[in-house]
């Protein structure tokens, strides 16, 4: 088993958050707590439901452009993942690129993240696998690996990127900056506008997915910070505000009731909405202006068909 940085955040600082996130008019609480053990297993699933394109597509076009990709990369990276997920973009493109040195995924959640290292190992016995468990929101200090690499590739695909308002977007691509360096890069997916509909049926899929997948968050703070949430009281609503260009995630209460949790007491208004999650969704024109505030710039872009979904190299501007 390759060694492990454990940085996971501890119970402490999901209090924290959680009280603050009750007490905020209105409420809301972080979707980085969505990815327990079941939220990520929720997750996947989510990606194989016929709606949600975003998998799908971003997939397609990694393989599509892999060799262009591979040919704009510097040579032996060691490659840097934002959150590891199931490892099959990981997969695609550490088989594409031109001798990659090492592998770090930066993964919140502590099973996604072995399950997917322990799987990429064997089919990559040359790699060095270098796995960190923590926030990546949070500076994290990079495992040195035993052969020294050219440069440091940042991979966060998945639109992820999309799940911070501009404010925390704009921090965290700094803090990527640092950790690429000067010679470093990043490849960035991120899920383009269109039309609300499909965009809204990716986030409201037929079989219940997504719902369970928001709703899971009660049932995870319950275990994790003894919040006595009855996850039957609130339903997922998600909609898409063009305005804002995102999905807007709320878990609405469906009654009058009370949530205690370190001995104080929050009322939810029957049809009271918490704030969960934001998905935005770019141009190249508010992605530019994104990225340009975090001190980086495009060099390269791929899009799907239908400009249905991005891939983009950055690197310091
Ligand atoms: C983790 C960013 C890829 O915002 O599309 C999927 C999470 N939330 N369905 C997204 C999510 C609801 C997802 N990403």
Redo the contacts with the bound molecule.
Sequence with gaps: MPPLTDLHPTPDDILGDTLEGLSSTPKRLSSKYFYDARGSQL?EQ?TRQPE?Y?TRVELALLEASMPAIAAAVNDCPHVVEYGSGSGRKTRLLLAGLADPVAYTPIEISRSALLASVERLAEAFPGIEMLPVCADFTQPVPLPRPEREAGHTLVFFP???L??FTADAAESLLCSMRKTMGARGQALVGI?LVKDAATIEAA?NDAAGV?AA?TLNLLTRLNRDVGTDFQPDGFRHQARYVSERER?E?FLVSTRDQEVQVDGRRFHFQDGEAMQV?Y?HKYTDASFQALIARAGLKVVERWNAPGDAFGLRLLQPA
Excluded: R
């Design positions: 997750f989510i949600y975003l998945g639109s992820t999309g799940n899920d986030y997504t997948f999905i995630t999650e998905s």
